[in-house]
């Protein structure tokens, strides 16, 4: 068998242990025009000495499925310029139309990052997995001083040197997040000036894991139970536009690095394009310049799915900007079809299913879901998408007293900021936590920044109600089990087993404090001796845990059925089954 057969048997047998979702065929398919429009010639694992007449020198956009990656020439034989494709790349700039032959492999992990030649993640990149580094990038077809943005999946440590051969005595800096402008994000030098990189594996850090409980401990939450973070109009965004200001942005940050800042609910306005759907915004949809393809954003969230944690989930809310226009339905339905198996769906014309959940989507392999307003319906046209009437009520935050009580066991409520040069709509941090705790689903929040996530105060650090970074120390040691706070900002905190008291959940939704104290095996047998009929529970959202904080003293700490079972992953009702939610208020 050839070598290169052999490691990418090799790659696959490990990777198998690696995906926690169903993957797609491991292949790599190439595109005649940018944004993974025009012919589609797709190549499974192995070397292509030669890409075809059809194709040859006519490649503009790269997708990649499964768990595959591309080494791609320009000659064929492999000769000539080449670099090393691992993300989704829907604009090659420097080997535009210039591919002749390419060899397929299968990534050895998820943790990766590529460099881009622009901004937005746009042109031709290089790419790297943990473990692997380019001394001279102008040994590649990115050259030196070209490296404008990086997209980085997984649990991904990236260092930038300014200099080749890794000169740590010129400039150089640690990346662990996606960055759609190396000139603005981190700033300084980085900017088309890298001269070589390294990529490493590393750990989670805190706030990482602080996402990875909340969302867990709500993977079995009907979602119109279930707090998500959120951005509005998520793609308006001045990270697409190659610098042009657009009349009226939302956002300055691509759609992968509000996923890394912990964002998992999209709203999308889409419309018909020329052939592929259309993503613009309102005013801004008059001009061709400020368009881009819905397959753009789909394939760059996928590059970022390719590296996320098997809790997360990612929603996509669409507005119906279509004026019933058919084939628009059928450009959407072919566009979401086109992200593969990682899409959720039902039968057509369904409604979101109010017994969905998290993990029941996680379940079926997928990892996305599109749900949008009736509009003009069109869901026999685009069976993929869910409708939204009767699961969703929407309130601007302009309209809304988040004072007021909000949780409804049948409606998913998203209420959003409008903050651009037009409107000045906007929530604070202590707004949008006392919003979620009082039933808001989704706040859709304008203009995230790093701080949104990393300072305490931030408007999303805010939202993490049930961990936050200072509570998470330790969260994937063994042994740990989770305790619930009387008093903080935080409801519970990763904690060791001792002698507390109990959360008890009654059949209708009644939290209650067991009168006895024990450790955490006990917990079952506890409820049930105190509260008869009771479950040892969780709360799961923060309407649920504002209840039961409310059953305590400020200075109490009590035992909930929450805690870690291993390889990095936690469990709600890992000391028994846990109540029901479905019909029940908190």
Known sequence: MHKFAVSCLLAMLAISGMAHAKVDENKVCLYSDPEYKGQETCFSVG??????????????????????YAKIYSNGSFRGQHTVVMANTYKLDAMDDAISSLKVGVRNSNDFACLFEHNGFRGTPYCLEAGQSISDLDNTVLRRNEGASLLVSGKTKVTLFEYPNFDKNRQH???TRSSSNLGERPGDWQDENVDSFQVSKRFSTETEKAIDLTETLSSELPLTHLQVLASHNSFNSTAYFSGQLIPGPNHRRSLAEQLQLGVRFFELDVRRGDGYTTVCHSFDCRFSSFKISLRRL?????????????????????QDDMSNDQEGYKQLEKDIKWMGSEVYSIDSCST?????TLKKIRDSGARVFFYKDTGNTGCSFAPSVMMGNGFEKNIGVASINMHDPHFDVD?????????NNFCHDTVTA???????????????????????LDNKSG?????????????????????RTASFLGKGDRFMKVDWDKQQKFACREQDGEWNVSHQQG????????CEADFPGSTFDVPMNPVEAQALRDKMAPDEVIHVNFGYKGNHLWAPGKWGTLGSRMGNIP
Request: glycine share 10%.
């Open 430 to 452: 202590d707004e949008a936590r006392v919003g979620i705790i009082n039933g808001v689903n989704a706040i859709g929040l304008d203009m995230l920044e790093e701080s949104d």
């Open 298 to 318: 789909l394939g760059e969230v996928d590059s970022w799915l390719k590296g996320a944690d098997p809790n997360d989930v990612v929603f996509f809310y669409l």
């Open 173 to 175: 800096s640690q990346m």
């Open 352 to 356: 979101v299913p109010k017994d969905l």
């Open 47 to 68: 070397q292509h000495g030669w890409v075809g007449d059809q194709i040859n020198d006519k490649v503009s956009s790269i997708r990649l499925y499964g768990n595959a």
């Open 411 to 419: 409606t998913f409520l998203r209420s959003q900021e409008c903050h």
């Open 519 to 526: 450790r955490i095996v006990q917990g079952k047998s506890i």
């Open 459 to 479: 408007r999303l650090n805010k939202q993490l109600w049930a961990f936050g970074p200072e509570t998470s120390f330790g969260a994937y040691s063994n042994g």
